[in-house]
């Protein structure tokens, strides 16, 4: 049949089975101060929607916006079409992309930490400036350095916590990056709710105070070990077999080890690693790399969680419902990530995503009935169809929790042989956010044109990703990530693709 993916203990040697340690504390504290940077990412996120539903910063710096949410005659749908209200959140992604690729050669030459501790930076002072701007210069140039922020630290995080994470809880601790990003969003949702009565300075106070968690993430990059992978990939081997020993709380680490010494090796005879990801034999990571992250953004979550005060004031709601509304997605996504961190080394990576998917098309469908029949260009919806709406967009966001938004960050930054992680992982970063920057830029546009048919937009795309995820991706939970290559090559489709081992050797050795 060929929907179906080789399990683990199919595709993995005895190998896998002799990796010795157990999740120390040591492990834990590393990853959850590495995943901070999550949580600047998700509060940058929620709070570019709340402070864009505050009337003082619109009134400050997009004040035709302002106006037309005044107006009662105004087509609902199209209240916030204004391209440079768009601007504000989509220089975020591309400023993001432009710095992704600069950080996979820091990344991989100078360690995971150097990136992360330059993604704090870049935050720190993007956070200042827009808390200070008094004009829309200033105000673009404080999100591009946050985009320069977001760049580096996607690039390094979510490798930092595959490589430091034991191979068969690798998933879940992986996971606290999607997490760290949930409670950040939550976290903006409840201080844009705070702050709306803080008149005029709300807003400063809102972009401004992801300072404090950039902060905590800069001193973490200067505590935090590197990772045995870096430390063995630039020469440093004895204090690489130190620092995995005391991350697996014992001494007896001698395969794993020798496997990553193994890979370091490789990797270090690829002087070129985004011309060696061209490669055949780095086809299926390849694509992976670049479809992965374009359906994570497709299934058009970014836009809830982007303009979730916009949607909500499009679709009727006001005062104070508003923002219950946007505090309540925020705590549902939270929820739905510590059931994924809960079940995705236990179900496997596939089973979250097609039921995920599943769930995600379902209730796009239902909010685009909803709005299609019962609510009008200049009507607003009854309170029992407006409870109903926010149940069904609560569902979505659980579906995605628990499936995409983890995974679509876990999956890529795991598939990766040594050689091409840093140059794989920039890949899924610069897709990712190439592709938020295209939804951020056009949503309200689209929004205006396509009315609640933009959700049957995204129903068709959840649609033809879970079909993908189906027939195309192979299970890699409980698979060590320098054995993670061997699943490939036993899966039905990517096996036909893939050059023999003799081609593979005499295409690696030119």
Request: net charge positive; aromatic share 12%.
């Amino acid at each position: 049949m060929v929907g179906r993916s080789l399990g683990p203990a199919e595709v993995v040697d005895e190998r896998a089975e002799r990796y010795q340690g157990k999740v120390t504390g040591f492990v834990i504290v590393t990853c959850f101060v590495a995943a901070i940077g999550g949580c600047i990412f998700g509060y940058d996120i929620g709070v570019s929607g709340g402070v864009t539903s505050m009337d003082e910063f619109l009134r400050e710096f997009f004040h035709d916006v302002y106006e037309k949410k005044s107006h009662a005659h105004e087509n609902n749908y199209c209240k916030f079409n204004n391209q440079g209200l768009a601007a504000f959140n989509s220089l975020l992604y591309m400023a993001g992309l432009v710095a992704t690729l600069m950080a996979s050669p820091v990344t991989r030459n100078y360690g995971r930490l150097s990136s992360i501790i330059c993604a704090g930076i870049f935050y720190m002072i993007g956070a200042a400036v827009n808390a200070g701007s008094m004009n829309l210069p200033m105000l673009f140039f404080g999100r591009i350095m946050i985009g320069f922020g977001v760049g580096f630290e996607n690039q390094a995080v979510p490798v930092y916590l595959s490589e430091v994470a034991p191979a068969n809880l690798r998933g879940g601790l992986n996971s606290m990056f999607q997490l760290a990003t949930t409670l950040g969003i939550f976290s903006a949702n409840m201080v844009s709710y705070a702050t709306q009565t803080l008149k005029p300075w709300g807003w400063r106070l809102s972009l401004g105070s992801a300072a404090f968690p950039a902060l905590l993430m800069t001193l973490g990059g200067y505590f935090l070990p590197e990772t045995p992978t870096s430390l063995i990939e630039r020469g440093l081997t004895v204090r690489g077999r130190q620092v995995l020993e005391k991350l697996r709380g014992t001494r007896d680490v001698n395969t794993e080890f020798q496997d990553m010494v193994d890979a370091s090796e490789l990797s270090n005879s690829i002087r070129h690693p985004f011309k060696e990801i061209l490669h055949k034999r780095h086809r299926p990571q390849l694509v992976m790399a670049i479809l992965l992250p374009t359906f994570q953004i497709l299934t058009g979550v970014n836009c809830i969680l982007f303009y979730a005060p916009v949607l909500f004031i499009t679709m009727g709601f006001g005062g104070n419902a508003l923002l219950y509304s946007s505090v309540l997605v925020g705590a549902v996504l939270v929820l739905s990530t510590l059931i994924s961190i809960a079940l995705v080394d236990r179900l496997g990576r596939r089973a979250l995503l097609i039921s995920g998917g599943l769930q995600m098309i379902i209730c796009q469908v239902i909010v685009s009935v909803i709005l299609g029949l019962k609510f009008g260009d200049n009507k607003e919806l009854s309170k029992g169809y407006s409870i109903l709406l926010v149940i069904f967009v609560c569902l979505f966001i659980l579906g995605y929790g628990w499936s995409w938004g983890p995974l679509g960050y876990t999956i890529p930054s795991e598939i990766f042989p040594l050689e091409t992680r840093s140059a794989g992982q920039s890949i899924t970063v610069a897709v990712n956010l190439l592709m938020s920057f295209i939804i951020a830029q056009t949503f309200l546009y689209l929004l205006c044109a396509l009315k609640f048919g933009i959700f049957l937009l995204f129903a068709a795309s959840v649609s033809v990703m879970t079909i993908f995820v189906y027939f195309l991706l192979p299970e890699t939970k409980g698979v060590p990530i320098e054995e993670m290559t061997l699943i490939w090559r036993k899966h039905w489709f990517w096996k036909k693709i893939l050059p023999t081992n003799l081609e593979a050797e005499s295409s690696h050795a030119q």
